[in-house]
């Protein structure tokens, strides 16, 4: 194959791909804004008494009250099992990370790395199975409570988001130049010296762009939660509380709903909450990516 | 493919095979899943006897089912709740085909120590009046109530007929009916509520008000909760509609499919609604 002339043949099926990829895009972002803004446009749902209402009741009538369509309890449940499933998962995940890349590079790599991928090919209806036959039964009987709970939903979480963040912090710890390492041995530093003080900060940037896709990645797992989390619509009071999240609540509600009517316009409404946050997440991870030496 | 269309449409002598003059042409049916099962094998053996007919049978739910069928974008809509329940949906365009009977019964884990209920006790659990079995003369164990989701239609036939039409408490949401039962038979005080179809030794069945939920006690209208699973047509059914829905309405479905598969025959029914 010469290299000296232009190369025929891709750009136009490249251009025309990346074209097709913006629009479907856009097309969903725009879709999604349309039905999910009826709630507040057609259905006069003022949108703070959306966002923390704390009664969903889409199906009482006008005469009792209804409908309402307050979406706190789900809101509330989405950010506390994330938040809670990245925080029990970040410092193992991390660890390991460090493990692979500094303290066991050879055989670490070639043990973890599958183990990774295993992990990330899993899909999410096994880990809700495992969760609701091991999990949920064990805090039932040792910690009290139905056994379906945040914790159950936080712990099957931690597990699913490992492999995002552990993925991630690699390649970043990896990233991290050898003149940082070298100098710092040659400087005098242990391995912990160097590990805590040098290649972590320098790195700090793509790891916390890991724990932040790792908490995106949360955000939108459904399935596996709705098995564990026990699907109740009140704003979660304890660790051993059932919950319910924005994926979940939506999955459990589409089907029976009709559409154009409240209820369903609502659960557009709810999708596109979900679409704003993984555009907050998208920014943020593009702030935190943008510092730190290796980012 | 002319012949063929030219032979149902006119029904015209000459036309010599064998499932000459028979309907042909396609059908698309979505909605329940409740009923799916149903549908499903009523059409199998419908299209093997009708061999240029195609049935296509979906779920997506009850809502979904009777919003396409009111859109015009499928032929028959399932549904376990009345079109006129179901907000959103304009019922006036559709017409309502009752093709079997469900019933419904009171289910509790089987260490509850209660075998009967009141409707003013059961009312008084799902409201969250009640809140130990203990106050029922059970064991000393907590009332875990567990609810199908909010548009299911199982819970929607359970709150009008078993609850009067009083607002259940929020509680723990499960997805299915196979879910309810393994959930309500590993958790200790669980009560809710399941189809007769899907009854067996792992969860209790509670009488209400001493009646036992049994088909005969729903035939002859002892046993009060029950629901209609209705097909829905935009409008009079067309020619093929027609003759699908009086297949599943016929003998040969009711007296052999329906029972088989759980469901109540509309036509053993000695009370209505």
Redesign the interface.
């Known amino acids: 194959m010469s290299k000296t002339g232009p190369r025929p043949g891709p750009p136009r099926l490249v251009v025309g791909a990346a074209a097709v990829l913006v629009v479907v895009t856009a097309a969903v972002v725009v879709f999604i804004a349309w039905r999910g803004l009826a709630t507040f446009l057609v259905n006069k749902v003022h949108p703070f008494e959306f966002l923390a209402g704390v009664v ?5 009538p006008a005469a ?1 009250g209804g ?1 309402l369509v307050g979406i706190l309890p789900f809101l509330a449940g989405s950010v506390i099992v994330s938040t809670l499933a990245v925080a029990m998962s970040t410092p193992l995940s991390v660890a390991s990370a460090v493990f692979v890349t500094e303290v066991a590079p050879n055989w670490g790599l070639r043990v973890l790395q599958p183990a990774i991928e295993v992990f990330a090919g899993i899909p999410s209806v096994v880990y809700g199975w495992v969760g609701l036959n091991v999990l949920v ?1 064990f805090i ?1 009987n040792h910690l009290g409570g ?3 709970s945040v914790l159950a939903g936080a712990l099957v979480l931690s597990v699913m988001v490992m492999p995002t963040i552990v993925g991630v912090a690699v390649d970043a710890l990896k990233a991290v130049p050898l003149e940082l390492k070298n100098a710092a041995y040659g400087l005098g530093s242990t391995r912990w010296q160097f590990i805590r003080y040098v290649l972590l900060p320098a790195a700090r940037g793509g790891v916390l762009t890991g724990v932040v896709l790792g908490l995106s990645r949360a955000f939108g797992e459904t399935l596996a939660v ?1 098995m564990v989390i ?5 704003v979660p009071r304890s660790l051993l509380s ?1 919950a ?1 999240t924005l994926t979940s609540g939506i ?14 316009n609502a659960l557009w409404s709810m999708a596109l909450v979900l679409l704003a946050t993984s555009f907050l997440f998208i920014v943020v991870i593009r702030l935190v990516g943008g510092k730190g030496a290796a980012g | 493919m002319m012949v063929s269309v030219l032979c149902t449409s006119a029904l015209v002598p000459g036309c010599s095979r064998k499932d000459a003059g028979g309907p042909a042409g396609s059908l698309v049916i979505a909605g329940s899943t409740a009923l799916q099962p149903l549908v499903d094998q009523a059409a199998k053996q419908f299209m093997a006897n009708n061999t240029r007919v195609q049935i296509t049978v979906n779920g997506g739910g009850s809502g979904a089912g009777l919003t396409q069928v009111a859109e015009g974008s499928i032929d028959i809509g399932d549904s376990d709740i009345a079109a006129e329940e179901m907000p959103g949906v304009d019922a006036s365009k559709l017409v309502d085909h009752k093709v079997a009977v469900v019933g419904f019964a009171v289910v509790a884990n089987p260490r509850v120590g209660v075998d009967n209920l009141t409707q003013r006790q059961l009312i008084d659990i799902f409201t969250g009046r009640l809140t130990n079995w203990k106050e029922l003369g059970g064991a000393d164990q907590r009332i875990v109530v567990i609810n199908r989701g909010k548009g299911s239609g199982t819970r929607a036939a359970f709150k009008q007929w078993a609850l009067r039409g009083n607002e259940e408490i929020e509680s723990m949401n499960v997805d299915s009916s196979g879910e309810v039962r393994q959930t309500v038979a590993a958790t200790p005080g669980a009560i809710s509520y399941l189809a007769f179809s899907y009854l067996d030794d792992s969860v209790k069945v509670l009488n209400l008000d001493g009646v036992a939920p049994t088909v005969e006690n729903v035939t002859s209208g002892r046993y009060p909760v029950w629901s209609y699973e209705h097909m829905y047509t935009k409008g009079d059914p067309g020619p093929l509609a027609k003759a699908f829905l009086d297949y599943i309405l016929s003998d040969a479905v009711q007296k052999s499919l329906v029972t088989r598969l759980g469901y109540i025959p509309v036509a053993d029914m000695q009370v209505t609604r």
């Open positions: 969903w009741r889409p199906d009482r009792e409908p039964p039932r139905l056994g379906f709705q026990g699907n109740t619509r009140l059932p319910v999955a459990m509600d589409m089907g029976h709903t009709a559409a154009g009517s409240l209820w369903n």
